[in-house]
C-alpha cells in the first residue's frame, strides 16, 4: 500500500511539472488528467473510495471534458504553441521560482514537525452520506446554490 | 496495514499546490492558469483527504467534496471568461487585459 | 422730577428709533420736528431736574432702571447716577445739542439725508447722556462706545466720497485704540476691587491701596488711554483733524462741544484715581501741556478753517488736562463749559460761512467777508475772543483759572504755567489769524484754487455769487451761543461737592497783568501779520522771509502736517499691518495643511506605481504577503 | 419625552419634505417650515415650563431621561435638557427657521433633498446638545455633519468639491480622534467599576493618571476645537463658510460652530478637571492666537463670506478664552458669545448670500456704495457689523466682556493681548461697510461702461432692496442681539445654575 501512495505520489508529480511546463495545451490537458487520476488512486490508499470515485469522474471526466470542449472552440494551433515556447523564458521563472521556494520551505518547515503515521481506514459512502446529509447539510444546500450561480454565470459568460 | 507518514501526504500535497502557483505566476496563457488553478484546488483537496484518514473522520473528505463543487463552478465560470475574452481580443495572452492600471 | 431722570436719554432715543423706523420716509418738517423736539424735551428736562437738584442742596441722586446683568459678583445696572458734575454736563449736552440741532435744520436742509442726520443726531445725544449719567464704569463704557459710533456715522455722513470713510474710520479705530485700553483698566479695577460702580470705586480705592501702589498706577494710566484717545490727546490725536469731513454741525457737537471731552470727564469723575497715582496725574499734566502746544504750532499752519478749529479744540482740551493733571477739577470742568460755548459758536459760523461760499474751506480763499456775512463776522469775533481768553470773556476766567492752578503746582509749577502761556500766546495769533485773514482784506473768492489738495465735503462746488444763508433757525443759535461765551464765565459750576474742595486760587498782579497782557499781545502781532496792515510790513516781510527760506520751510510743513503723526503711525503701523495682511492672505495654515495634501498625493503617485495591471504581479504581491504573514506566524 | 419628540419632529420632517418633492417642488420648504415652527412650538415651551424653577439652584436639570438602548455594553438613551442646552437648542431651532427663510428662494435644485439635509443636520444637532451619553453624543455628532457635507457638496458654489471635501475630512478626522477618547473613557470605566459604561455622570468617576488624563482630555479637545474651530485647525472654515450655500453658512457658523464650544463646557473639562486646568494657559493661548491671527487674516479677505468666516474663527476665540478661564464670568462670557455671534454670523451671512443672489459676485472689489441703492440692507449690515465689533449694547459686547473679564482673572497676559482684537475687530468691520456699502455707486451689472452715464431704466442697476420677509428675518435677529445686549439677565439666568453647578463640582482644581 505504502508502495502505490509513493508511487502514485511520484505520477502526480512529474504529471503535474508536466502541465505547467508544457507548451501545448492538449498535452498539458492530457497530463493534468493524468495528474488527477493519480491523486484519486491517492485517494483510494488513504482510505476513501468515494472521493477517489468522485475524482475520476468529475474531476477528470467532467470538468477536463469541459476544458477539451473550450479548447476546440479556441481552435488553438502551431502559432499559439509557439507562442508559449516564446512566452516561456527561463528568466521569467526567477523571481516567482524563489518566492515560492521560500513558501514550499516554510510549508515543509511546519508540517513536519507533525510526525504521526496514519492508519488508513475507509470511511464508506454510508458513513459519508449520513454526515453530508445531517450536519452539513447546509453546506450541501450552499454548494448547490453556488453550482447553479456557476450555471447561470457561464451560460450567460459564453452565449453570443 | 502498513502505515503511511501523515506528514508526507501533507507535503505532496503542498509540493503540488507549489507547482500549481508557480503556474499561476509564470504562465500568460489563460487557459494554462486556470489549469494550474486546478493543480492548486486538487491540491488542497488532497491536504484535506490527508487530514480526513489522520483522524479516521468523513469530514475531510465532505471538504473535498465542497471543493470539487467549487473546482466545477469555477471552472464554468472560468472557461465562460475565456471565451468571452476570446471573442473580444482575439488572445488567450492574459496580458492585454491590464486595464486596472492605476 | 429726580426719578425722571431715565427719560433724559430716553426722549433722544425714541427720536432716533422713530426716524429709524419710518426708513426716512418722513416729510423733513415732521424729522426735524422729532430730532429737534426730542433733545428740547430733554434739554426742558435737564432743566427741571437741575432746579430740583440745586434746589435740593447738591445731593446726589441715584437711580436704578434695572439690573443688566448679573453674574457672580458682578452686578452692573442700568442706573443713573446724579451730582453736580453730571448736571454740568446734562446742561451742555442737552443744552448745547439742542442749539446745534436747531441750527442744523437749516444747516443739512437741503441734503438728501436729512433723517439719517437727524436720527444719528438724536442716537449720539441718547449716548452722551447716559455717559454722563452712568453710575458704573460699564454702563460708561456703552455711552462711550456709543458716542464713538455716532461720531463713525456722522464723520462719514457723505458716504460716497471715500475719503469721508476713510476719516471716519480713522477716527473709530483710533479711540477704539483707547477704549481698548480702558476696557482693560475696568477688568483690573473689577479684578481688585470686585466692583465698576463709580462711587464705590471712589470710596474703596483709597482704603484698599496706598497712594502711588502699582495697581493704582496701571489703573489710572488704562483709564488715562481711553481718554487721551476719546479727547483727541497727544499720541492718540491724530484722527481729529481728519473728522472734520463731517457734516460742520456735528464739528460743533461732537468734536468740539461734548464728545472730545469725554476724557476730561472720565477723568474728573474718578478723580480719586488720580490722586492716588501722582505720578499718572504728573502724566496727565504734561500730556495736556505737549497737546496743546503741539497742537497751537499746528494750527498756526493750517488753511483750512475747520481744520484750525480742530487743532484749536485739541489745544484747548490739553488745557482741560493740564488743569486735571494740576488736581484743578472744577477748572477743567469750568474750561470744559466755556469751551462748549465759544467752540461751538465758532464751529457753528464757520458752517455758516462754509455754507455761503459753497464749500470753501480754504481761509485764503476768503478775505474781506466782514461786510459780507455780519453774522459770521461776529460770531468769529466773539468766539475767537472767548477763545484767545480777552479779559471779561467767558475763556478769560476759565483758562486764568488753569493758570494758576498749573503755578500752584509744588514740582513744575513755574514749567507748566510756561508752557500754557506760551499756549495762549499762540491761540491768540491762531485764532486771530483765521478773523483777519477770513474777514478782513480783499475778496479772494475767485482766486484760482489753491495748488494744495484739501478736504472737500463736496468736490463740485462752484463759484456762485456770495451770499449769508442765516434763517432764523440759523441765527439763533449762534446768538444764544455768542452770549453766553461773553458771559458764560460768570456761570458757576456746581462740582465743588464732587470733588470735595472749593479751589481758589491767588497769585501775585503781576502774573495777572502778564496772563492778561499775552493773548492782547498776541492778537496784535496777528493784526500786523495778517490784516494787511501798513503798519506791520516789517513783520510780514520777516515771516515770508521765514517761509521761504529752507529751514523755515520744512519747519511749516512740519507744522502743518500736525507733526508728521500721520506719517509716524502709517509707517509704524499702518503699513506693517497691511503689508502683513497682504502677505498671508492665503492663510499659512491653511498652506500647511496644503502640503499635508500634497504629500498625501505624493505618496499616492507611489502606490500607483505598483498598480501595473498584470495579473502576474497582483498574484505575486499577494504570495508575497502570504510568505510574510507564514514566515511571522512560524518564526515570529 | 418632549426632546425625544423634538428630534423625531425634525428626523420625520425631513424625511416627509424629501417624499413631498415628489408632489411639487414648492412642497418641501412648506413642510421644513411646518416641521421647523413646531419645533420651535415645542422648545418655547420648553422654556415656558421650566421657568419658574430656573432660578432655583437645585434644579439644574429641567429633563433628564433615560432608555436602555445597548445595555451590554453599558450605552442607553439618555438625553438631558439643563438651561445650558436649553439656551442652544433655542438658539437652533431659531436659526433653523432663518435658514430656512433664506433657503426659501435660493434652492431651486433637488429642493426635497435639500430640506431633508437641514433638517437632518439640525435633528443632529439638537441631540448633541442633549445627548448624556457619550455613545449617543458621538452618533448625533456624526448624523450633524454627513447632511451638511451633503449640503455644502451638491448646493454649494463654484469650488464646493474642494470645501466639501476638506470639511469633510477635517471633521472625520477629529470626529475619529473624539471616537478614540471616549472609548478610552468608556474603557477605563471598564477597568475600575467592572462594566462599560458612556453615562456622563458615571464618567465623571473615572480616575485616570496625570498624562493619561491629558493625552484623553486632547482627543476631546481636538474633537471640540477643530469643530469651534481654534487657531491651527481652522482652515476647513473660511472654504466650507464661503462656498456652502446660504442656509449651510447660517448653519455652519450660526449652530455648528457651537456644538463644539458646547462640548467644550459640558465634556472637555468637566470630565479631566485635572488636564483641564494644567492645559488652559495652553488653550488661552490658542485663542489668543485665533483671536488675533484671524482678525488680520479678515482684513485681508476680498471674498465677502470669507471675510465673515474668518470674523467667525476670531469670535470664537474669545469662547475658548472665556471657557477655559473657567470662571462664572468667562462662562457665561462664552456662553452669551455663542449666542450673540449665532445670531450676528448668520444674519451677515444672509446679508452675504442676499448680495451674492443679486450680483452674482462674493468680491467686495466689483462692488461700492450700496447705501444709495440698498439703503435697508445697509442699514442692515452696518448693523451687524457694529455688532460683530462689539458695541455695547449689543449681544457681542455681553460676550466678549465677561469672557474677557474672566480670562482677566485667570491669566493677566492673555487677556490684555486678547482685547487687542477689539482693535482688529473695529479694523475689519468697518472695512466691509467702506467696501461694500459707503462710496461711490458701483456694482459688477454695470460695470462695462463706466464713463457713460448708466441706464437708469435697467433693472440691473436697481437691485431690489430687502423684501418684507426678508426684513422680518432680519428683525428679528436684531431684535434678539439688543435683547442680549441691554437685558443678558434672561439668558445668564437660565444659564446660571448649570454654570454653577460645573464650577461649584470642579471649581478647587482650576485656577
Known sequence: MMLLFYLAGAVALISTVSVIISTNVVHALVYLIISLLAVAVIFFVLGAPFAAMLEAIVYAGAIMVLFLFVMMMLNLGQATEDEEKAWLRPQLWVGPGLLILVLLTQLVNVLVTQQVDVVPVEVGVRELSVLLFGPWLLAVELASMLLLAGLIAAYHLAKK | MPSIPYEHGLILAAILFVCGLIGVLTRRNIVFILMSLEIMLNACGLAFVVGSARWGHADGQIMFLMILTLAAAEVAVGLGLIIQMYRRFHTVDISVLSEMKG | MLEWIGLLPAFPLAGFLALVLTRGNLPRRIAGVIGVGSIGLSFLLAILISIEFLGSGLESHTQLLWTWMSVGSFTPGFSFYLDGLTVVMLLIISGIGFLIHLYSTGFMADDPGFARFFSYMNLFVASMLVLVLADNLVLLYLGWEGVGLCSYLLIGFWYDNPANGYAARKAFVVTRVGDTSMAIGLFLLFQQLGTLNIQEIMTLAPQQWSEGSGVVVAASALLLGGAVGKSAQLPLQTWLPDAMAGPTPISALIHAATMVTAGVYLIARTHVLFELAPSVQLLVAFVGLATLLMAGFTALTQRDIKRILAYSTVSQIGYMFLALGVGAWSAAIFHLMTHAFFKALLFLASGTVILSLHHEHDIFRMGGMRKKLPVAFWSFVIGSAALTALPFTSGFYSKDAILLAALEQPQYGTLLWLGGVLGAFLTAIYSFRLVFVAFFGEDHTQDAPAHHSHDHAHDDHHHGPVREITGFVMAAPLVILAVLSLVGGFIHVPVDSVFGVHEEHHASTLVHGFMIAVPIVGVLISYLLYSGAPQGRGLQQWLKSVRESAGGGALMRFFFSGWGMDKLYDFLFVRPFIALAQLNRRDLVDQFYGLLVELARIGNRAIVLTQTGYLRWYAISLIGGLVLVIGIGVWA | ?511
Not at chain 4, 187 to 206: A, K, M, P, T
Not at chain 4, 219 to 227: D, R
Not at chain 4, 437 to 466: I, Q
Open chain 4, 1 to 511: 419625552m418632549i426632546v425625544v419628540w423634538l428630534i423625531l419632529i425634525l428626523f420625520v420632517g425631513g424625511a416627509l419634505a424629501w417624499a413631498s418633492e415628489a408632489l411639487d417642488s414648492r412642497l418641501p420648504r412648506l413642510t421644513a417650515l411646518i416641521a421647523m415652527v413646531f419645533s420651535l412650538i415645542f422648545v418655547v415651551m420648553l422654556c415656558l415650563d421650566n421657568f419658574p424653577d430656573q432660578l432655583s439652584p437645585g434644579g439644574q436639570w429641567l429633563v433628564l431621561e433615560k432608555w436602555s438602548w445597548i445595555a451590554r455594553f453599558g450605552i442607553f438613551l439618555q438625553v438631558g435638557v439643563d438651561g445650558l442646552s436649553l439656551l442652544m437648542l433655542v438658539l437652533t431651532v431659531f436659526l433653523g427657521l432663518m435658514a430656512i427663510g433664506a433657503a426659501w428662494h435660493e434652492i431651486t435644485e433637488r429642493p426635497g433633498f435639500f430640506y431633508f439635509n437641514l433638517l437632518w443636520t439640525l435633528a443632529g444637532v439638537v441631540g448633541v446638545f442633549t445627548a448624556l451619553d457619550l455613545f449617543l453624543f458621538f452618533f448625533f455628532w456624526e448624523v450633524m455633519l454627513i447632511p451638511m457635507y451633503l449640503i455644502i457638496a451638491i448646493w454649494g458654489h463654484e469650488n464646493r468639491a474642494y470645501a466639501a471635501m476638506k470639511f469633510f475630512v477635517f471633521t472625520q478626522v477629529s470626529g475619529l480622534i473624539l471616537l478614540i477618547a471616549i472609548m478610552c473613557l468608556a474603557y477605563f470605566h471598564f477597568v475600575q467599576f467592572g462594566r462599560f459604561s458612556f453615562d456622563y455622570f458615571e464618567l465623571q468617576n473615572v480616575v485616570l493618571e496625570g498624562r493619561f488624563q491629558m493625552l484623553v482630555m486632547l482627543g476631546f479637545f481636538i474633537g471640540f476645537a477643530t469643530k469651534l474651530p481654534a487657531f491651527p485647525l481652522h482652515s476647513w472654515l473660511p472654504d466650507a463658510h464661503s462656498q456652502a450655500p446660504t442656509a449651510g453658512s447660517v448653519l455652519l457658523a450660526g449652530v455648528l460652530l457651537k456644538t463644539g464650544a458646547y462640548g467644550l463646557i459640558r465634556f472637555a473639562v468637566p470630565l479631566f478637571p485635572e488636564a483641564a486646568a494644567d492645559f488652559a494657559p495652553v488653550a488661552m493661548t490658542i485663542a489668543v492666537i485665533g483671536i488675533l491671527y484671524c482678525a488680520k487674516l479678515a482684513f485681508a479677505q476680498t471674498d465677502i463670506k470669507r471675510l465673515i468666516a474668518y470674523t467667525s474663527v476670531s469670535h470664537m476665540g474669545f469662547v475658548l478664552l472665556g471657557v477655559y478661564a473657567w470662571n462664572i464670568y468667562g462662562l457665561q462670557g462664552a456662553l452669551m458669545t455663542m449666542l450673540a455671534h449665532g445670531l450676528t454670523s448668520s444674519a451677515l451671512f444672509m446679508l452675504a448670500g442676499g448680495l451674492q443672489h443679486r450680483f452674482h459676485t462674493r468680491d467686495m472689489g466689483k462692488m461700492s456704495g450700496l447705501w444709495a441703492q440698498l439703503p435697508m440692507m445697509s442699514a442692515m449690515a452696518l448693523f451687524f457689523s457694529i455688532a460683530a465689533l462689539g458695541m455695547p449694547g449689543l449681544g457681542n459686547f455681553i460676550g466678549e466682556f465677561l469672557s474677557l473679564l474672566g480670562a482677566f482673572q485667570a491669566n493677566h497676559a492673555a487677556a490684555i493681548v486678547a482685547a487687542l482684537g477689539l482693535i482688529f475687530a473695529s479694523v475689519y468691520s468697518l472695512w466691509v461697510i467702506q467696501r461694500v456699502f459707503h462710496g461711490p455707486y458701483h456694482t459688477p451689472n454695470h460695470s462695462t461702461d463706466c464713463g457713460s452715464e448708466p441706464a437708469r431704466d435697467d433693472p440691473h442697476n436697481h437691485p431690489t432692496d430687502l423684501s418684507r420677509a426678508e426684513l422680518l428675518c432680519y428683525s428679528a435677529m436684531a431684535l434678539g442681539l439688543v435683547w442680549m445686549g441691554m437685558y443678558p439677565q434672561t439668558f445668564l439666568a437660565m444659564a446660571e445654575p448649570t454654570m454653577s453647578y460645573l464650577l461649584a463640582s470642579l471649581g478647587e482644581v482650576l485656577p
